[in-house]
């Protein structure tokens, strides 16, 4: 956990081993201030990846595994759906979830992104529309409640990785990139490759929670 006091860093739990081919990767706050985070594999061969999520007295829980890179996570307006990305695998999976609990049930496919790229980063409107950047996709697309793609935004980079609203009244989409994997042996990209985008919607967000303990 980060101290913003003195920018401290000191660690709650410890969930993969230091010689481990898993790696920590996107995480989010569920309403409630529950912090989940899912990890991945280097072996891209392998669906050794999973799903935690730590509580508020920082008991950390697995909830669910078989992933390969797991990515973007987020909860419909009503907290009742829980989404969850597996890149590598190209599919955003939903969830019941029961957010007095923090339960999660009935995993199954709610898009196939593999026409489009790999779904990363997630975030969700006050409509409830689910909006994901598309790493090696050039883009970012808007799906509706039942699955259905509602737009496609091409982007100027091939490799959005994130998104989240903010600014006056939440309606501004800030979309982060990526410029290269120095673990894979990429060459960096040039720009706008790395860079941080804004792209002005007629959608409102939801205000993110912090972790609560």
């Given at each position: 956990m980060l101290d913003p006091n003195?920018?401290?860093?000191?660690p709650l739990v410890n969930l993969l081993s230091k010689n481990s081919h898993l790696r920590m990767n996107d995480a989010k706050c569920d309403r409630q201030g529950r912090f989940w985070a899912g990890s991945a594999s280097n072996d891209i061969n392998k669906q050794e990846g999973a799903l935690f999520c730590l509580d508020s007295t920082q008991q950390?829980?697995?909830k669910q595994?078989?992933?390969?890179?797991?990515?973007g996570i987020g909860f419909s307006?009503?907290?009742t759906i829980m989404y969850h990305n597996d890149s590598v695998?190209?599919?955003?999976?939903?969830?019941?979830?029961?957010i007095k609990t923090g339960n999660i049930d009935n995993q199954r496919i709610f898009w196939d992104a593999s026409q489009y790229g790999e779904p990363d980063g997630l975030t969700i409107d006050i409509k409830g529309g689910i909006w994901i950047a598309i790493w090696?996709?050039?883009?970012?697309v808007r799906l509706l409640k039942n699955g259905t793609i509602d737009k496609i935004i091409d982007?100027?980079?091939?490799?959005?990785?994130?998104?989240?609203?903010?600014g006056d009244n939440l309606s501004t989409l800030y979309i982060t990139s990526c410029n290269h994997v120095s673990f894979r042996g990429e060459s960096a990209r040039p720009a706008p490759a790395?860079?941080?985008f804004g792209l002005k919607t007629t959608y409102q967000g939801i205000a993110e929670t912090g972790y609560s303990k």
């Open positions: 003195n920018g401290s860093l000191s950390c829980t697995l595994k078989g992933f390969i890179i797991s990515n307006p009503d907290n695998a190209k599919m955003t999976y939903c969830y019941d979830y029961d090696d996709g050039s883009a970012v982007m100027p980079t091939p490799r959005p990785t994130s998104l989240i609203f903010g790395g860079a941080l």
